[in-house]
């Protein structure tokens, strides 16, 4: 079949220029963290001034995110989406200025928590606009191009954050990161999106609010999944975010393995999305949680970090467990959940999947402190299998879908 034959995925003009818009602004995203982590660290920064500005961006994005899935849900999701890049990209532009020498940091945090708002309406438009733009059994091939795209991205990101940081500087490379948000949203202007002519009525704010809290607590496979992730990233990624370029610099002298081991992470994701698009699987559910406990090799290689080239390929097998969210996920939610409120529910993803994260990462200083750094990721690892095995038993999680003899509320 030709790519852009009639009826291919490729075919659907709002669906190509959402992808190269998000294409383009994940390139710029993925050189942020780069550039983030090593101007702070190069103006003396600790590992817990890290964790405290990693964390007020997360936390802004958890805070945000139940009113941008409402937003979403009212709103054209392309000028949500436009509105939430032009935000995100003003916001990186002042940080060239707040993240100078001079400046105190609690002003890069505020900037950092201001680029989170502009990330909840953002994920919250992006998770829920795919279903107007081309037909349901083209989604799950749409939601696995997608993540595809966006994990090839953050490979080449950090390589482009890295080498930037290498030739104009930490703060520099904000710009290219503003450069990026701008670029993606000509694509997003073009698009025509699908806004339904049976439109629902609104209901007052918080009414609709609550609605989409109460789908996810209604469908229980869905508030599980969110919950245990929310947990796990709290500990395990708060702790390999942080300490993933503090061991780098102290160990080996260099930046260098911070970005390989993001951009082996992503390579490792790509290859497992691709084959779990290509095998079928009785349970998609386990599976994928039994996947995703693989991810303890990356904390496990920082505990024991016998050179940047072990760190890198440990990134790499330690991508492979998200391949299975990156296939599964998405098409799962669009399938089971009104279109009317996924706006709302991919809010309350972005929302849980993340919420704790800001304290963890606030933590993560105190608790190497208190227990140790190896004994820390050690730790961590132990914990984040334990508690993949605690959801197994809840409805629906088996096959992310909820069994046909299951009696809940009111959903639709």
Request: positive net charge; glycine residues 10%.
């Amino acid at each position: 079949m030709k790519l852009f034959e009639a009826g291919s995925l490729w075919s659907y003009k709002g669906y190509r220029l959402f992808w190269f818009s998000n294409a383009i602004f994940v390139l710029g995203a993925s050189a942020f963290p780069i550039a983030l982590a090593v101007t702070v660290l190069d103006a003396g920064g600790t590992a817990t001034s890290l964790g405290l500005i990693l964390g007020a961006r997360v936390l802004s994005g958890v805070v945000f995110a139940p009113f941008a899935g409402v937003w979403a849900d009212r709103l054209p999701r392309r000028n949500v989406m436009i509105g939430a890049d032009l935000f995100r990209a003003a916001v990186v532009i002042s940080m060239v200025f707040v993240s100078a020498p001079s400046m105190p940091h609690y002003l890069l945090g505020l900037a950092v928590f201001l680029v989170g708002v502009g990330d909840a309406f953002g994920a919250a438009a992006a998770g829920a606009i795919i279903p107007s733009l081309v037909p349901d059994e083209k989604l799950p091939a749409a939601n696995v191009a997608r993540n595809i795209m966006t994990k090839g991205a953050t490979i080449v990101g950090p390589g482009i954050g890295g080498a930037s940081v290498f030739l104009i500087g930490g703060r520099l490379t904000f710009l290219i990161t503003a450069i990026s948000f701008i670029l993606g949203t000509y694509f997003l202007f073009k698009i025509q999106e699908d806004i339904n002519s049976n439109k629902r009525a609104q209901e007052p704010f918080f009414v609709e609010l609550r609605e989409g809290l109460r789908t996810v607590r209604d469908i229980p496979w869905i508030g599980a999944f969110i919950l245990m992730v929310s947990v796990q990233l709290m500990v395990v990624l708060a702790a390999e975010t942080v300490l993933l370029p503090v061991i780098s610099r102290r160990e080996f002298d260099s930046n260098t393995p911070f970005a390989l081991a993001a951009s082996a992470f992503a390579i490792g994701g790509i290859i497992s999305a691709l084959l779990c698009v290509k095998i079928k699987v009785k349970h998609e559910g386990y599976v994928s949680i039994f996947v995703w406990m693989f991810i303890i090799i990356a904390p496990l290689a920082l505990a024991f970090p016998v050179s940047g080239t072990f760190i890198v390929i440990a990134y790499l097998f330690a991508g492979f467990s998200v391949g299975p969210w990156e296939a599964w996920w998405s098409s799962a939610v669009q399938r089971e959940v009104p279109a009317h409120l996924q706006g709302r529910v991919f809010s309350i993803d972005h929302m849980g999947s993340a919420g704790l994260m800001p304290i963890g990462m606030a933590l993560i200083g105190p608790a190497v402190a208190l227990f140790g750094e190896k004994e820390l990721l050690i730790g961590a690892s132990i914990f984040h299998v334990l508690i993949s095995f605690a959801i197994l038993r809840v409805p629906g999680v088996k096959d992310m879908k909820m069994p046909a003899n299951y009696s809940h509320g009111e959903q639709r």
